[in-house]
């Protein structure tokens, strides 16, 4: 899949991160930002909220590039301490990988 698609992924996040913070109380929200921490101490979503993260973005990404990518099936390993997906600008390169493969 070219790199043009990284823009595209990036609108898929951030249109995924929008419908989640509708979901959040005020204060609670998402920051929309390459650098904003999702998983870890200094993240602001707890499990239920990245587990929400998750299943928007694979619903966006299946209507955006008409394929499934499978986030909620290894969310063990991207909601962990060593996770490849800290923060929005890595979860965009994780999704952009998984897309070329």
Do not use: C
Not at 71 to 81: F, I, K, V, Y
Request: proline share 4%.
């Amino acid at each position: 899949m070219p790199r043009d698609n990284d823009q595209r992924v990036l609108a898929v996040v951030e249109r995924a991160v929008s419908e989640v913070n509708q979901q959040r109380f005020e204060g609670k929200t998402i920051h929309w930002s390459p650098d904003t921490t999702l998983v870890g101490g200094q993240g602001n979503l707890d499990s239920l909220g990245f587990i929400s993260l998750m299943v928007a973005v694979e619903e966006e990404i299946e209507k955006e590039f008409r394929v499934r990518i499978a986030l909620t099936e290894d969310l063990p390993r991207l909601a962990g301490h060593d996770s490849p997906v800290q923060n929005i600008g890595a979860l965009v390169g994780y999704i952009t990988r998984q897309l070329e493969t």
